[in-house]
């Protein structure tokens, strides 16, 4: 058990949903990150906050917005799902910026 | 972009046997990390090395940093079925976001 936790664990809806994912991060830790993993694209980053505030983006479409809340929390916001988007999303949190990164659980989701 | 590439893709192994998988980059990263996942489950992380020439060893795996920052190599003696995963290199870039490998899968038969 990393200490990240991640809901849902699963996630099924249909093109044109909008979904939040909810990611906690372990205990202490300022960074989260969110990463999409895919058959054919592999581990992909997407997204990375520190306290609160955005610090890089990776390819993450317009569609797809995040932020990080006060007590440290994180949302992932998938609007106008598409097939394509079915994937694994994962989060991970680190203490830092250049620390290790420890990742949840992950999130299921199956656009249909 | 900085690319990271593992090889093999696929290995499979019998139970006591030894293996040796690769990752390598055109670029430097000031830190790699290894992963290895098990299927639906989020990757957990073996080890960070950071110094060129590193070399961390973790019971039956070593772990080595390229001289130059750039390649890594994690090999695995008398492998046993617990083993069995899917191993990912990833290079941390700007801001700490790590840019992954493909990764090899790595199955090992009793």
């Known amino acids: 058990d990393s200490g990240v936790t991640q809901t849902p664990k699963h996630l099924i809806t249909a093109t044109g949903q909008r979904v939040t994912l909810r990611c906690s991060p372990r205990?202490?830790?300022?960074?989260v990150y969110w990463y999409q993993q895919s058959l054919d694209q592999g581990l992909q980053f997407l997204i990375h906050y520190y306290n609160g505030e955005e610090r890089a983006k990776g390819n993450i479409l317009e569609r797809f917005s995040a932020q990080q809340f006060p007590d440290l929390h994180s949302e992932l916001n998938l609007s106008s799902l598409e097939l394509g988007d079915s994937a694994l999303y994962f989060c991970a949190s680190s203490e830092d910026v250049w620390n290790e990164q420890f990742f949840g659980p992950g999130t299921r989701l199956t656009v249909l | 972009t900085q690319l990271l590439e593992q090889s093999p893709q696929f290995l499979s192994i019998q139970e006591g046997e030894n293996l040796t998988v690769y990752c390598n980059s055109s670029?430097?990263?000031?830190?790699l990390q290894w992963y290895r996942q098990e299927p639906g489950e989020g990757p957990v992380l073996l080890v960070t090395?950071?110094?060129?020439?590193e070399v961390k060893k973790l019971k039956r795996l070593t772990f080595q940093f390229g001289d130059a920052r750039k390649d890594s190599s994690l090999h695995i003696t008398a492998a046993q079925p617990g083993d069995t995963g899917l191993y990912l290199c990833?290079?941390?870039?700007?801001?700490?976001?790590?840019?992954f490998g493909a990764g090899t899968q790595v199955v090992v038969t009793p």
């Open positions: 670029s430097v990263f000031s830190s």
């Open positions: 090395v950071v110094t060129g020439g």
């Open positions: 205990s202490g830790d300022l960074s």
């Open positions: 990833a290079g941390a870039t700007s801001w700490g976001k790590l840019q």
